[in-house]
């Protein structure tokens, strides 16, 4: 059963830069699609970005194009997240997770992460 654990959240301030990342803990997953979500308090769950085995390939939400980059390396079996300009509507708890396939802007993804929290104040 594969384990995903995300790291780097924290409390920044508006206009901030976070990197998240995501280590994995076994490689029979290096050649799927990974992806990164979030979730703020009393809203569900939604996509942010995701990107396919290669590299080659990334999807990422209207909210976050520009500011985020998803990035994945496939010798670390990890995924990361560079968030830049950080807003206070990205506070959220940050999830990543995996699934075979191409990359997909919705939650159909089958195994997640913990989660790490990423509060931005004003």
């Known amino acids: 059963q594969v384990q995903l654990v995300e790291s780097g959240g924290g409390l920044v301030q508006a206009g901030d830069s976070l990197r998240l990342s995501c280590a994995a803990s076994?490689?029979?997953?290096?050649?799927?699609?990974k992806g990164w979500f979030r979730q703020a308090p009393g809203k569900e769950r939604e996509f942010v970005a995701a990107?396919?085995?290669?590299?080659?390939?990334?999807v990422y939400a209207d909210s976050v194009k520009g500011r985020f980059t998803i990035s994945r390396d496939n010798a670390k079996n990890t995924v990361s997240l560079q968030m830049i300009n950080l807003k206070p509507e990205d506070t959220a708890v940050y999830y990543c997770?995996?699934?075979?396939?191409?990359?997909?802007?919705?939650?159909?993804?089958?195994?997640w992460g913990q989660g790490t929290q990423v509060t931005v104040s004003s």
């Open positions: 076994t490689h029979t997953f290096k050649i799927y699609t």
């Open positions: 990107i396919n085995w290669s590299g080659g390939l990334s």
């Open positions: 997770a995996t699934k075979s396939g191409s990359p997909t802007p919705d939650t159909m993804y089958d195994y």
